[in-house]
């Protein structure tokens, strides 16, 4: 019996320590797809993240009327990547090349590691800012218009990811490298941005066909939006192909 106690008295400490410990957010968020590269995630608690929302001059999706936001990340400053002021709200924001490394919004922390528009180091495109983040226990990155294949630095900051925004239209990177930023940043879940559509004629981009062409793993949804959770994520990486609103 006193051996029973002394037992007890020990695992009193680790039992209180694991009481302590936050549960894992179980509860869905929404992604949605307005069209381009625009992206926009509404967490389990109302937080509402928009990711290079487009500008009027070179797309013509149709831009959602009065919609809110509370951070807004650019990726790079073309007018198909950069238009914050049609948001609405008290949003904080976050552009580009200033928002390289850790930023923190909301309560939310953010990461912008350092890439291109296009092969040349910025050259001929200029910067683009990849941002990765967790929300509701899910790891997102949005790739915004990368123009080249990740160093082993880039991936090592960007680190593994459940939730992919891929441009898979940029006709700068191959899509054999665009596969491989899925395999190399282990995804779960792939979104497909920035492909050609009869609303973006303007832009050189290629079609989602020549990404899908040889893909097994894709679910086409008929809505610009769906939920997932953190214990609701695919076991094998899958295609998720969202119908904008033009």
């Given at each position: 019996?006193?051996?029973?106690?002394?037992?007890?008295?020990?695992?009193?400490?680790?039992?209180?320590?694991?009481?302590?410990?936050?549960?894992?957010?179980?509860?869905?968020?929404?992604?949605?797809?307005?069209?381009?590269?625009?992206?926009?995630?509404?967490?389990?608690?109302?937080?509402?993240?928009?990711?290079?929302?487009?500008?009027?001059?070179?797309?013509?999706?149709?831009?959602?009327?009065?919609?809110?936001?509370?951070?807004?990340?650019?990726?790079?400053?073309?007018?198909?990547?950069?238009?914050?002021?049609?948001?609405?709200?008290?949003?904080?924001?976050?552009?580009?090349?200033?928002?390289?490394?850790l930023n923190k919004?909301?309560?939310?922390?953010?990461?912008?590691?350092?890439?291109?528009?296009?092969?040349?180091?910025?050259?001929?495109?200029?910067?683009?800012?990849?941002?990765?983040?967790?929300?509701?226990?899910?790891?997102?990155?949005?790739?915004?218009?990368?123009?080249?294949?990740?160093?082993?630095?880039?991936?090592?900051?960007?680190?593994?990811?459940?939730?992919?925004?891929?441009?898979?239209?940029?006709?700068?990177?191959?899509?054999a490298d665009m596969?491989?930023?899925?395999?190399?940043?282990?995804?779960?879940?792939?979104?497909?941005?920035?492909?050609?559509?009869?609303?973006?004629?303007?832009?050189?981009?290629?079609?989602?066909?020549?990404?899908?062409?040889?893909?097994?793993?894709?679910?086409?949804?008929?809505?610009?939006?769906?939920?997932?959770?953190?214990?609701?994520?695919?076991?094998?990486?899958?295609?998720?192909?969202?119908?904008?609103?033009?």
């Amino acid at each position: 019996m006193a051996l029973f106690f002394r037992l007890l008295l020990l695992l009193l400490p680790l039992m209180a320590v694991l009481q302590a410990q936050p549960k894992p957010n179980t509860q869905p968020l929404t992604i949605r797809w307005y069209g381009q590269g625009f992206v926009y995630i509404i967490t389990s608690e109302g937080d509402r993240i928009a990711m290079d929302p487009y500008g009027e001059t070179v797309v013509d999706y149709k831009f959602p009327l009065r919609l809110q936001a509370d951070v807004i990340l650019i990726s790079n400053e073309a007018d198909e990547s950069s238009a914050a002021y049609r948001l609405q709200g008290s949003p904080q924001t976050y552009r580009s090349a200033s928002a390289l490394g850790l930023n923190k919004a909301r309560g939310f922390l953010f990461k912008g590691v350092e890439t291109y528009c296009d092969n040349k180091e910025g050259d001929q495109l200029g910067e683009n800012t990849v941002f990765c983040f967790e929300l509701d226990g899910i790891r997102f990155a949005h790739l915004g218009a990368i123009g080249h294949p990740l160093s082993p630095e880039q991936r090592r900051q960007i680190g593994g990811v459940d939730v992919l925004f891929l441009p898979v239209g940029n006709p700068s990177v191959s899509i054999a490298d665009m596969k491989k930023f899925v395999v190399d940043l282990d995804a779960k879940i792939v979104l497909p941005i920035s492909y050609a559509t009869l609303y973006n004629t303007r832009l050189p981009l290629r079609k989602l066909d020549e990404f899908l062409n040889g893909a097994t793993d894709v679910q086409r949804l008929e809505s610009n939006e769906f939920t997932v959770s953190s214990n609701t994520l695919p076991a094998t990486p899958k295609i998720y192909v969202l119908k904008a609103t033009p």
